[in-house]
């Protein structure tokens, strides 16, 4: 027995997350995952089991646990990462016990004991849904395809974000617009979700530049009897779209500037909700140039990417909060499932305040680069 064991019972109630990983001959998964959730008032481990391109799920009793890892994981994987409420702790294997390096975690974890298997995934494996069949997610007696995994983590993810804001809504007809559905796996759940699942008169159009995807994205809609999804082939940064009343948009992933035409056009819809998830930005990291206290970040390729990258997302941010939305800037997905994991959730709940739009503007000047969504923005109304 090593070290970790001692340390795993002392911490236990204070897990918010364990990767188990670089497994030695004796382990059995190539990697485990472990996060506590709570079901039916009773603290479990939830374990994801990682093996030849398929995923064994186990839960165990808080009992259980440590005589789980016991006989399961000490000593058997070379890379252990726990992560608590107030701090990290990575063990490394050294022969028959764990070097370990403690880090604080900036921000407090929180133990996800809400997040229940129940509500994590609210459209659950072995559940009839044929357009996830058709779309490859799922296989035909309903198991999820291991190369989809990530792919239905993230329309997971999304729909119980959208079941957030929605489990109260009591509204009958829903309109929603996607930017950039590609293969619409999301299109598809966001469909079957307001439509099926809570019985809502519910209309959809996603709009994406391939002809073929769109046409196909078609067919299967209409093989299911989806009357009121749509999709059309438009290119989302000069198209005219859809005119009427929206209520929601939604992107996921769209390239680039995509996201910003997309965020844009709820704006000037007046679209109460807004779920996005960003995709590559170029935009800002093509463009920016040293101007101030923050050159250190400009110095270096990558830390330039990633800053450009975040100052986009802060930026849209900010113009939606001008604009009169309430902005949540979420994680969300684990990093292992998708880099590309910031979720700006939006609902108008205010009036427009373009005095906001000057601290983005000013940035901007400071560090000579344009971004899209405050151009737009600033072209629809009165100049910042
Ligand atoms: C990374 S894919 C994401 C697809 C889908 N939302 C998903 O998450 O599976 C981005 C999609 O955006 C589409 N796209 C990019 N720019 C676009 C534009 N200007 N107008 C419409 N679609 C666009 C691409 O064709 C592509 O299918």
Same mark, same amino acid.
């Given at each position: 027995?090593?070290?970790?064991i001692?340390?795993?019972?002392?911490?236990?109630?204070?897990?918010?997350?364990?990767?188990?990983?670089?497994?030695?001959?004796?382990?059995?998964?190539?990697?485990?995952?472990?996060?506590?959730?709570?079901?039916?008032?009773?603290?479990?481990?939830?374990?994801?089991?990682?093996?030849?391109?398929?995923?064994?799920?186990?839960n165990?009793?808080?009992?259980?646990?440590?005589?789980?890892?016991?006989?399961?994981?000490?000593?058997?994987y070379?890379? %252990? +990462?726990?992560?608590?409420?107030?701090?990290?702790?990575?063990?490394?294997? @050294?022969? /028959?016990? *764990?070097?370990? &390096?403690?880090?604080?975690?900036?921000?407090?974890?929180?133990?996800?004991?809400?997040?229940?298997?129940?509500?994590a995934?609210?459209l659950?494996?072995?559940?009839?849904?044929?357009?996830?069949?058709?779309?490859?997610?799922?296989t035909s007696?309903?198991?999820?395809?291991?190369?989809?995994?990530?792919?239905?983590?993230?329309?997971?993810?999304?729909?119980?974000?959208?079941?957030?804001?929605?489990?109260?809504?009591?509204?009958?007809?829903?309109?929603?617009?996607?930017?950039?559905?590609?293969?619409?796996?999301?299109?598809? %759940? +966001?469909?079957?979700?307001?439509?099926?699942?809570?019985?809502?008169?519910? @209309?959809? /159009?996603? *709009?994406?530049? &391939?002809?073929?995807?769109?046409?196909?994205?078609?067919?299967?809609?209409?093989?299911?009897?989806?009357?009121?999804?749509?999709?059309?082939?438009?290119?989302?940064?000069?198209?005219?779209?859809?005119?009427?009343?929206?209520?929601?948009?939604?992107?996921?992933?769209?390239?680039?500037?995509?996201t910003?035409?997309?965020?844009?056009?709820?704006i000037?819809?007046?679209?109460?909700?807004?779920?996005?998830?960003?995709?590559?930005?170029?935009?800002?990291?093509?463009?920016?140039?040293k101007?101030?206290?923050?050159?250190?970040?400009?110095?270096?390729?990558?830390?330039k990417?990633?800053?450009?990258?975040?100052?986009?997302?802060?930026?849209?941010?900010?113009?939606?909060?001008?604009?009169?939305?309430?902005?949540?800037?979420?994680?969300?997905?684990?990093?292992?499932?998708?880099?590309?994991?910031?979720?700006?959730?939006?609902?108008?709940?205010?009036?427009?305040?373009?005095?906001?739009l000057?601290?983005?503007?000013?940035?901007?000047?400071?560090?000579?680069?344009?971004?899209?969504?405050?151009?737009?923005?600033?072209?629809?109304?009165?100049?910042?």
């Open positions: 027995m090593s070290n970790i001692t340390d795993l019972t002392e911490n236990i109630d204070n897990i918010v997350k364990a990767v188990l990983s670089q497994p030695t001959k004796e382990a059995e998964y190539t990697k485990i995952t472990v996060k506590p959730v709570m079901i039916k008032g009773s603290l479990r481990f939830q374990l994801e089991r990682f093996r030849d391109n398929k995923v064994y799920h186990l165990l009793q808080k009992e259980q646990f440590i005589p789980w890892f016991e006989e399961n994981a000490d000593l058997k070379k890379q %252990i +990462l726990i992560t608590e409420k107030e701090r990290s702790v990575h063990y490394h294997l @050294k022969g /028959i016990n *764990y070097g370990k &390096k403690v880090s604080e975690n900036k921000t407090k974890k929180e133990v996800p004991l809400s997040h229940n298997r129940e509500k995934y609210i659950k494996e072995g559940e009839n849904i044929p357009a996830l069949v058709e779309l490859g997610v799922f007696d309903f198991r999820i395809v291991k190369a989809k995994y990530d792919k239905y983590k993230q329309i997971n993810r999304f729909i119980e974000l959208v079941d957030d804001e929605f489990s109260k809504f009591d509204k009958k007809d829903i309109t929603i617009l996607d930017f950039g559905c590609g293969k619409s796996y999301l299109t598809f %759940i +966001l469909y079957y979700y307001f439509a099926v699942k809570r019985g809502m008169n519910t @209309k959809i /159009i996603g *709009y994406d530049l &391939k002809k073929d995807v769109v046409e196909n994205c078609n067919k299967i809609a209409e093989k299911y009897g989806y009357d009121n999804l749509k999709f059309v082939v438009s290119d989302v940064t000069k198209d005219n779209l859809y005119n009427e009343k929206i209520d929601m948009i939604v992107t996921l992933h769209a390239c680039d500037t995509a910003d035409y997309a965020l844009n056009y709820a000037g819809k007046g679209a109460k909700h807004i779920f996005s998830v960003p995709c590559c930005q170029h935009e800002v990291n093509k463009q920016i140039k101007g101030g206290d923050m050159d250190i970040l400009l110095k270096y390729g990558i830390i990417e990633r800053v450009s990258a975040l100052l986009t997302d802060s930026i849209r941010a900010t113009v939606l909060e001008a604009m009169g939305y309430t902005v949540d800037v979420i994680e969300f997905i684990d990093f292992e499932h998708s880099p590309k994991n910031i979720m700006l959730r939006a609902k108008k709940t205010k009036k427009i305040n373009r005095k906001l000057s601290t983005p503007q000013e940035l901007c000047d400071k560090y000579s680069f344009k971004q899209t969504l405050l151009e737009l923005v600033k072209e629809s109304g009165e100049d910042v």
